[in-house]
C-alpha cells in the first residue's frame, strides 16, 4: 500500500496546456521487447493454438485506473454514464452480461475506497477516459493488445501462472484477488452465495471479499501489480475464438463486435495465464467487474 500510495502521485509539469492537478498521470513500468509462446494447446479452444510472438518494447501501467483518476476525468468534461450497472449478488452469484441494474461507476456494492480499479464501465467510456488523457497529457495512451498483456502478464515465466504451477493454489493469495476463503465466507453469509460445488475457490486468503485497492498483492516479475485477479480488464484487441489468422478488417477495433479482456477478478479462481474472455461493445451493461489499465508505445 506504501509502494503505491509513493509512486501514485500527481504529475506536474506535463503539459503546458493543462493544470496538473487536472488529471492524474499514471506511473508506467518500462516493458522489454521480447518473444514468447502465447495461447496453449488443449480443451481451452479460444487460447488455440500455442503460437510464436514478437512483441516490441512498449510501457504498461503499473496499475489498474483507479475511482480517483476516474474521477479527475468525470470532474472536468461532465462525462456522464446511466445508472445500468448490475452489481448485486444472489445464491446465483452475479448476472448475465446483457442484465440491467441501477449502480454506476462512483455508487455501486463493491466501492469502497478510491484507490480502487474504477468499474462499473463499459469500453466506450475506457475510450473516452483515454482521449481525454491524452488531451491533457500530451502522451499516447492506449488499452494494450492482447499479445502485450500476456506477455507482460508472463513476465518471462513459463508456469500455470507466473508466480509458478501452484496446483494446490496455496500460494495465490500472495499474488492476486481471488475466489478464496475470504471470498467464500463473507457471500455465503450475507447471500447465500458459495463457490463449494460451483466455481470452486484457491485452498488461501486474500482477505478480500470483493474488489480491492489496487497495489495491494505482490507484483509479477515486471513489476506490475494486479495482473491477475481483482477486476477483469478490457484490452485493445478484437475477440475471434481461438487464433487462426483474420483480415485487418477483422481486427479493426472500430468495426469488430467483441473486444478481449484479461486478468480474472476476485470472483474467479486462478486461470492459466493463456485465459481469455469477450465483452461485446454494444448491448452489454456496463460491468461491475471490469476495468483498465493504460498502455503507450516505446
Not at 85 to 97: A, I, Q, T
Request: hydrophobic share 30%; proline share 5%; net charge negative.
Amino acid at each position: 500500500i506504501h509502494q503505491f500510495l509513493t509512486s501514485f502521485s500527481i504529475c506536474f509539469g506535463a503539459s503546458t496546456s493543462s493544470l496538473a492537478y487536472e488529471y492524474i498521470a499514471p506511473p508506467m513500468v518500462n516493458i522489454p521487447s521480447g518473444d514468447f509462446m502465447m495461447g496453449a494447446n488443449g480443451t481451452d479452444k479460444a487460447a488455440a493454438p500455442m503460437h510464436p510472438v514478437s512483441v516490441e518494447a512498449f510501457q504498461l501501467a503499473k496499475y489498474p485506473v483507479t475511482v480517483a483518476e476516474f474521477r479527475k476525468f468525470t470532474e472536468d468534461t461532465g462525462y456522464t454514464m446511466k445508472s445500468s450497472c448490475k452489481d448485486n449478488l444472489s445464491r446465483s452469484w452475479l448476472s448475465s452480461p446483457d442484465s440491467v441494474g441501477s449502480a454506476n461507476w462512483d455508487n455501486n456494492r463493491y466501492l469502497k475506497s478510491e484507490y480502487q480499479p474504477v468499474t462499473c464501465i463499459n469500453f466506450k467510456d475506457t475510450q473516452a477516459y483515454i482521449k481525454w488523457l491524452n488531451e491533457k497529457t500530451g502522451k499516447s495512451y492506449r488499452l494494450a493488445t492482447e499479445q502485450e498483456f500476456e506477455y507482460a502478464l508472463k513476465g518471462n515465466t513459463v508456469s500455470r501462472y507466473f508466480w509458478g504451477d501452484d496446483p494446490d493454489m496455496t500460494q495465490a493469495c500472495q499474488y492476486g484477488n481471488f475466489a478464496d476463503k475470504t471470498g467464500e465466507y463473507f457471500p455465503a453469509k450475507e447471500f447465500g452465495a458459495s463457490y463449494v460445488g460451483f466455481l470452486g475457490h484457491a485452498n488461501c486468503d486474500d482477505g478480500e471479499p470483493y474488489v480491492a485497492i489496487v497495489g495491494l498483492y505482490r507484483p509479477n516479475p515486471f513489476g506490475l501489480y494486479d495482473m491477475m485477479g481483482n477486476v477483469l480488464q478490457f484490452l485493445g484487441s478484437c475477440f475471434y475464438e481461438g487464433y487462426e489468422p483474420r483480415s485487418s478488417e477483422e481486427m479493426d477495433i472500430d468495426k469488430c463486435e467483441f473486444v478481449s479482456h484479461r486478468g480474472g477478478s476476485w470472483h474467479y479462481i486462478p486461470h492459466p495465464n493463456s485465459t481469455r474472455g469477450s465483452y461485446k461493445k454494444e448491448g452489454w451493461s456496463a460491468g461491475a467487474l471490469f476495468s483498465f489499465r493504460l498502455a503507450e508505445d516505446g
